[in-house]
């Protein structure tokens, strides 16, 4: 895939490439990606996990939550203003559409016993092979993720697993990148 020179236009890039996939194809692209992640020392040594609740275009985490629910705890953000706060999230539990149309925990009490986290499993729009991340372009994860020491995964489909993408100063670095067919380790 040939990268744009700013993040707007790689985001742009990257919406394009997953139109040429099916919903199964990105179905089946996400099982071997969390497949690759169960595998990882890191995810299987964690007990509390900062995960999120993934969106159709996203690497789903739906199924691994409710498969590991009764053994990991997964901690979810939820958009609250400018931030991100972080909210229990349990096998059954009512969920509702939050900002940007993002599944949330409905009601609890804010978690905040960041240092209970073990393991932070990050979204993103593409990723690069320095370990760097490009998102949705608010700053949401980098501001929350600043605020956190625990490893951090990003997990995408191959595709969004480039050579380089632009990034500043402000943008948080991830420990390792899970993706279908490769990861990449700091």
């Known amino acids: ?13 990257i919406v394009e490439a997953k139109k040429q996939f099916s919903a199964e194809q990105l179905r089946d692209f996400s099982n071997e990606v969390i497949q690759t992640l169960e595998l990882t020392s ?27 629910a009764h053994s990991k705890r997964f901690v979810l953000p939820v958009v609250r203003g400018e931030d991100l706060l972080l909210k229990e999230f349990r096998l059954g539990q009512k969920m509702k559409k939050g900002a940007l149309g993002i599944s ?22 593409a990723f690069d092979r320095k370990l760097n991340r490009l998102g949705r372009g608010k700053g949401y994860y980098d501001r929350l993720l600043s605020q956190l020491k625990s490893p951090k995964i990003g997990i995408c489909f191959d595709f969004q697993l480039l050579e380089s993408i632009p990034v500043e100063d402000w943008d948080i670095k991830m420990d390792m990148i899970v993706a279908q067919n490769e990861i990449v380790i700091g």
């Not at 895939?1 to 890039?13: A, D, F, P, T």
């Open 42 to 68: 890191l995810f299987q040594q964690a007990q509390n996990v900062l995960s999120y609740y993934s969106l159709g275009d996203e690497v789903d985490t739906h199924k691994l939550m409710s498969d590991y």
């Open 104 to 125: 949330e925990p409905e009601g609890g009490d804010e978690f905040v016993d960041f240092d209970s986290i073990d393991l932070i499993i990050v979204p993103g729009v």
């Open 1 to 13: 895939m040939k990268i744009g020179g700013s993040k707007h236009v790689l985001r742009k890039e």
